[in-house]
Structure formats: C-alpha cells, structure tokens
Nanobody, 124 residues
Framework: VQLQASGGGLVQPGGSLRLSCATSGFTSDYYAIRWFRQAPGKEREGVSCISSSDGSTYYADSVKGRFTISRDKAKNTVYLQMINLKPEDTAVYYC??????????????????WGEGTLVTVSS
C-alpha cells in the first residue's frame, strides 16, 4: 500500500486549501483513510477519517464545520477540503491507512501505512 499526500501550501487566515491523498495497492475494499496533523512542538493529532466500505466519516472537534473529507473511488484519492483556515491549523498533514477496517477506527487506533506529509501554513 502506498499513500501520497499533496496540496499543502501557504494560505492566509480565512482561506481554503484542498489536500489530496493518492492511494494504491489495497487488496480489499475494507480500509479506512485518516488524516493526522502535527504542528511544530506538538503531538500528532487526528483530524478526520473516511471509511472505504460505506463512506462514513468523522472529524475532530477542532475542525468540525470547516473541514470535509471525501473520496473519489475512480481516482483512488481521498480529499480533505479545508475552509476558514486558522493559524492553529498550521501543521504537517499526513494521510494514513488502516486495512481490514469495515468502519473508521478511533484516532488512537494503530495505523498500518503512512504517507509522507504535506505542510500547511496559515499565516498573514
């Protein structure tokens, strides 16, 4: 399994970005993709999750109403649309996969595969 995150960049507060996570190598339809982020000097935190089997999603409280996770099955890509970005959203964002998952696992649940991160900087 391979994951490649992209789409990060510099954006002003209140702005928007869309991150992409291109995936490949899954051998079944039962997996979950989670987005995590890690800000400088802080612990990694979970952001959002989408289940491949039924498309169910969940979000961290800090991003609810501002971030939307979605998938394009034909392109094997998961997206994280981020609006109304705040300076505290600044972090390296990672997509991660958990296989043999019929639903999204909790953020603390083990990750099977990590992608390389993409840096999001929210600053004026």
């Amino acid at each position: 399994v391979q994951l490649q995150a992209s789409g990060g960049g510099l954006v002003q507060p209140g702005g928007s970005l869309r991150l992409s996570c291109a995936t490949s190598g899954f051998t079944s339809d039962y997996y979950a993709i989670r987005w995590f982020r890690q800000a400088p000097g802080k612990e990694r935190e979970g952001v959002s999750c989408i289940s491949s089997s039924d498309g169910s999603t969940y979000y961290a409280d800090s991003v609810k109403g501002r971030f939307t996770i979605s998938r394009d099955k034909a392109k094997n890509t998961v997206y994280l649309q981020m609006i109304n970005l705040k300076p505290e959203d600044t972090a390296v964002y990672y997509c991660a996969a958990t296989v043999m998952a019929t639903m999204c696992p909790p953020f603390y649940y083990d990750v099977d595969y990590w992608g390389e991160g993409t840096l999001v900087t929210v600053s004026s």
